[in-house]
């Protein structure tokens, strides 16, 4: 085989036989750019060959459409083209693993080193290793997502778990902070709270009764929950 698929992939740290889809891959667009004309190509882990086949559209009644290319015959230029669409697959394929990767470690506890503290901001690095190797992934805990009771004790250096959220908390945090607390925070519940026995004894509806009492409570004490939990 002109290339050695095996230590290709182990410069990667990619699977032989994702790397030899990955080649496929590269070979069909590169030569099919380099000689105008389609290219589909084979890899045989087993046997160690590869199977170029061009597909010649204008050839002639006598002529068979199909060509084969021998790959020890490519030239610069054609490597040079398989190559190029082999690193922008291998690029790709990074992005995706490293997306997989970040979404897998949502709403988990992670081990992270504190890099830096700016603004009350702690700025942390998480080691990551992948099918792509080893990588560094960087973050921030902001002051708000901080326990009040840790605050004075970070410095650099320090390794602590965290755990991965999601953008949604922010807007309950900003809610809370902002909206549902103080006088707009005790209208609104004293609106739930009328709604409920509205419904739930006037309409004789306990369900929704039982509904607007929920979301009252929700209301009058989200907001100290979430101090209580240092979350605002």
């Not at 170029?52 to 068979?64: D, K, R």
């Not at 080193?113 to 805990?141: T, W």
């Not at 009771?149 to 602590?160: F, N, P, V």
């Not at 709270?193 to 004490?221: D, E, H, K, P």
Request: hydrophobic residues 45%.
């Amino acid at each position: 085989m002109f290339l050695d698929i095996e230590a290709l992939a182990a410069s990667y740290n990619t699977p032989v036989d994702e790397m030899a889809t990955l080649l496929e891959m590269a070979m069909n667009d590169g030569l099919t750019e380099v000689f105008r004309k389609p290219v589909f190509t084979e890899i045989d882990l087993e046997s160690q060959t590869i199977d170029i086949q061009a597909i010649n559209h204008t050839a002639g009644i006598c002529e068979s459409p199909v060509s084969r290319i021998v790959p020890e015959n490519l030239g610069s230029k054609a490597l040079r083209h398989v190559k190029y669409h082999l690193e922008k697959k291998l690029k790709i394929r990074q992005v995706v693993n490293d997306y997989d990767s970040v979404r897998f470690m949502r709403r988990r506890l992670i081990s992270a080193q504190i890099d830096s503290i700016r603004d009350k901001h702690l700025h942390v690095i998480m080691p990551e290793s992948g099918m792509f190797g080893s990588n560094v992934l960087y973050a921030v805990c902001p002051h708000e997502f901080q326990p009040p009771y840790e605050r004075a004790t970070y410095h650099t250096g320090m390794e602590l778990f965290f755990i991965v959220e999601r953008k949604y908390l922010n807007i309950w945090q900003y809610l809370f902070a902002h909206i549902l607390s103080g006088f707009w925070g005790r209208l609104i519940a004293i609106i739930f709270l009328a709604l409920s026995i509205y419904f739930g004894v006037r309409r004789r509806s306990l369900q929704l009764g039982a509904i607007f009492f929920v979301l009252a409570l929700c209301v009058t004490y989200g907001a100290p929950a979430m101090k209580l939990l240092g979350l605002i």
